[in-house]
């Protein structure tokens, strides 16, 4: 799963491109199926979406590296854990800035008389750009949970631990990318994401976990 400089370009601007589409194409389309299907997939989705939060595997993370360093004594799988641990923390603070600076309104936004659809900090365009950041931190210090719908951090966790497991455990790469697909899908049947924001969540989560792997790899190849 370790790119190449020109598959790393490659990827980034064919995910890029992708999320551009679907903000103008299939966002709302899609948030309107699944808002008028709501007493039919938003229980699920929401079901699926528990295995995509953060705590279970800082908790994971933090235990292991406990057992492996102070009872069991294995430095690999102490740092098999430790990688985990910093992988998780590393997409979950830079999913949060992402967060907070694009505020991008969530499918719960949207109603029948007015649209509220897109990314606060680019809502009025005819205001200076001194009075479109003080709106956009008004909207995040009054309603945060409104404004952070880009990139999802249920899909950034998800594909952090997909991504953790395709490089350990490469052989059953088919079966951790299907459930971390499902589990992400979640979030949209859910109500609570749009496409393009799970797409961008799954890009965050590969890229800073394999950013955490490089800088770690020495550590998790050694058996001593």
Partial sequence: MIFSKKQFIIFGSSILMFIILSYNFLDLSIAHYFLDHADIYRTLGKELSRAGESQWYFSIGIAGALYFHFIKKNTLYTNRFLFLLYANIFSGLTSLILKSLFGRLRPRMLDQESMHYGFSLFKDFSSNSFEQIQLHLTHLAHSFSSYTSFPSGHATTTFTIFTYLSLLFPKYIYLWLTVATLVAAGRV?????????????????????????????????TTK
């Fill in 189 to 221: 049947m859910a109500t609570v994401h749009y496409l393009s924001d799970v797409v961008a969540g799954a890009t965050l989560g590969i890229i800073t976990t394999l950013y955490i792997y490089k800088k770690m790899k020495h550590k998790l190849q």
